[in-house]
């Protein structure tokens, strides 16, 4: 009895020596029958208790043998199946096949629309200045004519550096107003892009981080006629060559007179819709004349120089232009709302 049971261990080694599987099929076959969870092998384990006891540890030894066995043969022939289907692949390689087209990331929408702002500004002799982000209660306010008890410098709108009441994160990109009339001599014609910071609850209308780009024009003579045209060229290119602007008095601590800017509404042509609340206009900037406090604050000759500056919110034009109705959208990151600006401008 023990030496027939033996024999079919042995027969069965054999087997799985002389098998030869030669593609896929016949290796998940090969490995089902010997190596899977109702492999043939199993069974011979437990007949075990037939073998005399003298003989049980030879004939455990044998049982392993065919399981090392058919697990050597399998290992080797996997080796062979992946390699010889890795060199079909490469001889099927058609080289004619088009190409695949890669996914492309695009711009984030306040970039592209940061862009075609400062590109607007560049066709007419503005350069680009960017400043630091963490600043100084002097740039930012101060040489801003911002006096110490503004409620702008209340610590409920503006985020300090922690322990200090000199250093901030800049409200507004005012404050390279400041930095660069301190450097440069008239005549400075500067657009600044740039990251803002308030203190301002998060909603759907406002964020505690933004993007505004400020506009600083200092010559001898300029006027609030120059001020005016430049912004109305700016409506004209940004928002369609039939934008009309108007000018509504208004306050900045920086800027005397001040105005906000408003545009025809793009969408209903002035004749009231959602966009504009029925209004017919959209508001999109402050602007007005460089206060003579603020030339001499940077060293300027207010008597011999005048100037405009103005600045806006990018998200609010980004917004504005594809009827964005959450400023928080910008912050997600979901490339769903991102991939929608793949060709934007
Ligand atoms: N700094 C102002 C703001 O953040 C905008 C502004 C800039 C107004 C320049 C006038 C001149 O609201």
Redesign the pocket.
Known sequence: MSTEVFDRVKQLIEEIRSAKPSNKEELEAFRLRFLGTKNVIKPLMGEIRLIANELKKDYGQLVNEAKEVAETVFQSVKELVEQAEAEAAVQHLDLTAPGEPMPLGSRHPITLTMNRIVDIFSRIGFTVAEEREIEDDWHNFTAMNTPEDHPARDMQDTYYLKDSTEMLLR????SV?ARVMTHQKPPIRIIAPGR?YRNETISARSHCQFH?V??LYIDEGVSFADLKQTLLYFAKEMYGADTRIRLRPSF?P??EP?AEMDVSCFLCGGSGCRICKQTGWVEI????MVDPAVLENCGIDSSRYTGF?????IERQAMLLHQINDIRLFFENDVRFLNQFKSAF
Request: proline share 0%; net charge negative.
């Open positions: 409200t507004h990109t005012s107003q803002v505004q400020e506009g900045f920086f800027t001040s900037l402050g602007c007005g500056a103005f600045g806006m919110g």
